[in-house]
């Protein structure tokens, strides 16, 4: 079956560790996303990546990283640096053209302890 | 700034009653409207969408009706059903901006 796997589902975290989210996906998407979920609020967008070894930032990247090496695959590491890492966290991919909706992970939940 | 609002965090509804949730936008360039549910520790799952050149699109017992005037969009569930019981997010597309905008979800519990 396609889809988009995203793990760990959960992750704890100690403060001033740096921590790697994984998201894989086997839809041939050419667009893959990563966004933030707080409680009260939207879907935030972190990263973004249109083809492979390409990626713009989102509206709330300081403290965050990613790589696209490969078209499956869509790492994030929440650094030291990102001040409030506790949140949910979603990946998610689209056809990059003609838009389509996305098509998101299960999530991963991230604490710091 | 909010490009996408949901103004209503929560909405309650009887089954078999009709759901009305809302979203207003702030520009006029959107060219694409989704809806997408979510339940509790899951990923968002799309619902339906509209292009911005409709204003009404049905699937079933749902549909999303556009006014592009007033920069609104909504989502109608007839009849509700308690299984519709999850939050809603509208969400935006620009092909200017290159990508997606959500609002804040609107939690629909629907009564049994």
């Known amino acids: 079956d396609g889809g988009i796997t995203q793990s760990p589902k959960y992750l704890f975290r100690k403060e001033g560790q740096n921590v790697t989210l994984s998201c894989e996906q086997n839809l041939n998407h050419d667009a893959m996303y990563w966004y933030r979920q707080d409680p009260g609020q939207g879907l935030r967008l972190i990263y973004y990546?249109?083809?492979?070894?390409?990626?713009q930032k989102g509206d709330i990247a300081e403290g965050y990283s990613v790589s696209r090496e490969k078209k499956e695959s869509f790492p994030l590491t929440v650094t030291s640096a990102q001040k409030n890492p506790t949140a949910f966290y979603l990946c998610a991919s689209s056809k990059r053209t003609p838009i389509g909706e996305l098509f998101f992970g299960e999530g991963s939940r991230l604490t710091v302890l | 700034d909010q490009q996408v609002k949901q103004n209503s965090p929560s909405l309650s509804v009887q089954e078999g009653r009709i759901s009305i949730l809302n979203c207003d936008y702030t520009n006029s360039m959107f060219d694409y409207f989704l809806w997408y549910k979510k339940y509790p520790a899951e990923g968002p799952t799309f619902l339906i969408s509209i292009s911005s050149i409709k204003d009404k699109n049905e699937d079933g017992r749902f549909t999303v009706f556009l006014n592009k005037s007033a920069k609104h969009l909504s989502l109608h569930i007839v009849p509700s059903q308690p299984g519709d019981s999850a939050v809603y997010f509208c969400a935006v597309w620009s092909y200017n901006f290159n990508k997606f905008y959500f609002g804040s979800g609107t939690k629909l519990n629907v009564k049994p």
């Open positions: 990546s249109q083809i492979v070894n390409d990626f």
